[in-house]
Each structure stands twice: as C-alpha cells, then as structure tokens.
C-alpha cells in the first residue's frame, strides 16, 4: 500500500513540475491527501583549474486531495575557483586590478587570464501550487527568490493547461517574469571603459593579497575615484512565455513540442568580463570592460519524446534557439533507461550542444580600429561545441525510498569564430577547452 | 525557393497538428505511459540541476522551462 502512495505522489510531482514549467500534464489519477515526499539531491560539479561547485537541493511536496499540489524547494550552491575574464593571454606577465579596486593580481606568461576570486554561495526558494479548474483544465502558479554575495533574483510565474482529445492531446500557456538586481564588487563599470590600473607596478601576487587589501596608503586618490563614482547597483527585467502541445501518440510514445520567447531588458552585461586591446603585433595596449545591449529577445524551439521500450525508456529531445545578439544554437539530448532487474535502472546520458557567436562577440579589440559600441570577449558568447557524456544508476527501495548517483563528464571546445590573429597572438591559446566532472547523489523519501 | 521551403514545412507542421486529433490511445490503454519514468518531466531535480550548470556555461538556456535562471553566473 505505501509503494502505491509513493509512487502516485512521485507521478504527481513529475505533474505538477510539468504544469509549473510551462509543459503539458500528460496524466492525473484522482487522489486522496497524501504525505510529504521529498526529493533530495547533491552534486559536485568540478573543472579542471577553474570553478568548482557545491549544491544540494531539498524538494518537498504534497498532494492535499484532487491533485491540489504543493513544492516547496531549497536550493544551496557554494562556488570556489577561477574564470576565464576574456583577457587574451600574451607571451608576458600581465597584471590586472581585482574587480574591488583593492589589490591587483598577476597572470604568468602565456597563460589565460583567470580572476581566482571568484567565489560566491547562493540560496534559492522555489514555491509552486498546481490544481485542476474544472474537467481538462488545469494551472498553476509559482515563486521564487534567490540571494548571493552580490545578486538578487525574484520571480513569479503562471501556468494553465487544456487537456482535449481524451487527454492524449494537451496545450499549455505559462508565463514567467523575473527581476534581477546586481551589486557588482566594486562598482558598476562603464562599458569598453579602460580597468582602473593603480599607478605602482608593485601588485601583490595571491598569498600576499589579504596585506595590501587592508593598506590605505596603497590607494591613489584619482584611482579611487573611479571605484566611488561607479553605480552601486543595477537591474534586469526578464520576461518569458511559453506555449506548449503534448501530443500522446500511442500506447508506447508521448510527444512534446515547446515554444518559448524570452525578453530582457536592463543590465545584461558581466561586470566581471574585460577585452584586451592589442596593437597591430598583437601585444596588449589596454584592458577594457565589456559592453552589451540593453536588451535581449531569445526564440527557443524545444522537440521531446519518450518512447516505453519492454525494459526502459527513451528519451530524446532537440532544442533550436535563436535571439537578436544573433546567436544560434542546437541542442541534442538522449537519455536511455535501461531496468536492471526488479527495481533498478542503469541509464546512460548523451548531450550534444553547438553555438553560434554574438554579433558583438570579440576575442580582442584592436587599439587602431575605432571602440565599437558593443563588444564583449565572453567565450560563452562566441562559437563552441559541447558534450556531456553520463551514466546514472538509481534503485528503489523495499520500503518506497528511491536512490541514485550519477557521474557525468562536461566539455566544452570554444572556437575561433573567423577572427585574424595578430601575430603575437597566434602562439596563445585563445580558445582553451573546459573539461569538467559531475557527480550527484539522489535519495527520496 | 525559400518560401517553397517554409510552405512545406508549415504544411508538414499544421498537418501534424491537425492530425493529432485521431492520434492518442484509449483510457485503459495507458499502462505504459503512466508510469512515473514516463513523465516528460521524469527526474525534476536532475534536470534543474542540469539548467543551472549549462545556463551558467553556455549561451542558450530554456525550452524546456522557462529560460530565466535566477542567479549571477550569466
């Protein structure tokens, strides 16, 4: 009896997550209140020599009669190591200003520039409700809010869902809208501005930055006035709607197509991110922050089906985006389960992901061309290809309690998107791959 | 010829569409899909776990959901 309960709750969270997504609740039994089911997990996620993260995620949910659905969800993420700031490397040591103004940094001689203080944690709450209106039409409706060192995020979304043709066929309208505020260190930088460099060539390499953080007579007064008379703060409005038809086809094989448009509008830059500006040789003449539009439309294309095998499930799925930084990209997902004897499942992940470069994307701005009025050196705005390759094992307990672990590796392959390097700047590696490893532990109960 | 091409392919599209009407099982057929690994959205925690690293590492986010990720890595 309780292996029911469980699995009737656990059919109910995968509704209600479809209905609050924005996707098609695809089937709904009658139920009677139930229990708390809480789905927990917790994932390392590690690159080599650069970031690497710590989150775990409580979920909790409960049906109270008649599929009248509440989740609940913490989300935590501790995040320490180094990112790429889109300088360029050279055959030199190079020294930047940490992004506070207080101390500087060194990078060795070809080699890319990482900023190494990147670390931040982050909590997220999530509430949705999700219930049925009135025969074959469902909604719902849902928040959340999100605090890190130096950013804020609050949203609030709505969703409803028509079921016809017997319940094979099931469109959905959702709509989000999130506001974001940002507090970058040290200010807000002004676009393609020049990076605040202190007038001594004396920066402290890392073990030494603690000391040169806490000395006054350290700052130059026209370099401090750069930091006091950036804004403290800004803001993002992201608005998105999603339309949705899930299409059962057979007895073995579900369907579902999505259509997502997404606006924002505000501060969509990277405070962190800076172009290096090179002479005609290739050597760097200036470092400047990046800089781009204001606004943001993205068009996403999502294509998913699952097909019953005797002994698992395929799942693939396609995704087109399209946006007006005139950026495209594809996505090509496959997850196959494989049932491995009566209650465990071993399932190997494929994804295959490709991008096309923002129209303002720069690997480096040359000093004897005019500035433009956008550019940013972000490789995750320029070309690249990924890949993840996973394999998940997960079993269910004699008492209704499921785990699971899963190990995935990551890579991404940036690519020159049809740049002339100066010479100096052939012998870098401008585009170094990123490697990294997922591990993640599941348990619910 | 383009717009030969994007006739085709609305045709093909509505036609789908159109044709899910007769497309479906019965009720009592629905074993198979009612099984909780057949959810469309099967594994939640995985796949926000999943949208928040690559939201983080690549340019593209959403489709599935909505695209808003709610944090400072992008």
Same mark, same amino acid.
């Given at each position: %009896? ?8 656990? +059919? ?69 190591? +180094?990112? +790429? ?20 940094? !060194? ?38 809010? $999100? ?45 393609? $501005? ?6 001594? $060539? ?25 930091? !006091? ?78 097909? +019953? ?11 087109? %985006? !399209? ?5 495209? $990209? ?53 070309? %690249? ?40 700047? !052939? ?19 | ?74």
């Amino acid at each position: %009896m309780q292996l029911t309960k469980k699995t009737n709750i656990a +059919a109910q969270l995968a509704t209600a997550t479809c209905v609050l997504l924005g996707s098609a609740q695809t089937h709904a039994a009658p139920t009677t209140s139930g229990e708390w089911q809480f789905d927990t997990a917790i994932l390392y996620y590690g690159e080599t020599d650069r970031v690497s993260l710590v989150e775990g995620v409580v979920s909790a949910t409960k049906d109270f009669g008649d599929d009248h659905i509440f989740n609940g969800k913490i989300t935590y993420d501790g995040l320490t190591g +180094a990112s +790429a700031t889109g300088a360029v490397a050279q055959d030199a040591v190079q020294t930047f200003s940490r992004p506070s103004g207080k101390g500087g940094y !060194q990078v060795a001689a070809n080699t890319t520039p990482l900023d190494d203080t990147f670390r931040d944690s982050r909590v997220q709450l999530n509430a949705n409700w999700a219930q049925p209106f009135s025969s074959g039409i469902a909604g719902g409706v849902g928040v959340h809010i $999100s605090k890190e060192y130096d950013y804020f995020s609050a949203g609030l979304n709505g969703n409803l869902s028509f079921d016809f043709n017997q319940k094979n066929t099931t469109l959905s309208v959702g709509s989000s809208f999130q506001y974001d505020q940002i507090d970058p260190v040290g200010g807000k930088p002004i676009g393609l $501005s020049s990076m605040p460099m202190r007038p001594y $060539s004396d920066y402290d390499d890392d073990d030494e930055q603690s000391e040169s953080e806490n000395s006054d007579e350290f700052y130059d007064s026209a370099f401090t006035t750069q930091y !006091q008379s950036r804004e403290k703060s800004a803001d993002k409005n992201t608005l998105d709607v999603l339309v949705g038809l899930t299409q059962v086809l057979n007895r073995r094989t579900i369907m579902q197509v999505n259509y997502g448009l997404s606006v924002a509008d505000g501060y969509l830059n990277d405070p962190y991110k800076l172009l290096s500006v090179v002479d005609t040789t290739g050597v760097t003449q200036d470092i400047v922050f990046e800089e781009r539009p204001d606004t943001r439309t993205k068009h996403n294309i999502f294509w998913q089906t699952k097909y +019953a095998m005797n002994n698992g499930v395929v799942d693939v799925s396609y995704r087109y %985006m !399209q946006d007006d930084w005139d950026i495209k $990209s594809h996505t090509v997902e496959s997850r196959l389960r494989f049932n491995v004897g009566e209650s465990g499942y071993l399932q190997p992940h494929f994804r295959y992901y490709r991008q096309g470069a923002a129209e303002f994307y720069r690997p480096f701005l040359l000093a004897n061309e005019a500035l433009p009025e956008y550019a940013s050196a972000d490789y995750r705005l320029g070309e %690249m290809t990924a890949y993840t390759l996973g394999i998940k094992y997960g079993q269910k307990r004699a008492n209704g309690d499921a785990w699971a672990v899963r190990l995935e590796y990551y890579q991404q392959n940036p690519q020159n998107a049809g740049f002339a390097e100066p010479e100096a700047l !052939q012998q870098q590696d401008l585009y170094p791959s990123i490697k990294a490893m997922v591990l993640q532990f599941n348990y619910s109960f | 010829m383009k717009n030969k091409m994007k006739l085709a392919l609305i045709t093909i599209v509505v036609s789908q569409v159109v044709g899910c009407a007769s497309l479906g099982v019965q009720p009592w057929e629905r074993d198979l899909l009612a099984k909780e690994e057949m959810a469309l959205n099967a594994e939640g925690v995985d796949l926000s776990l999943d949208d928040h690293i690559y939201f983080s590492k690549e340019a593209t986010s959403g489709g599935r959901g909505f695209a808003g990720g709610g944090c400072g890595c992008n």
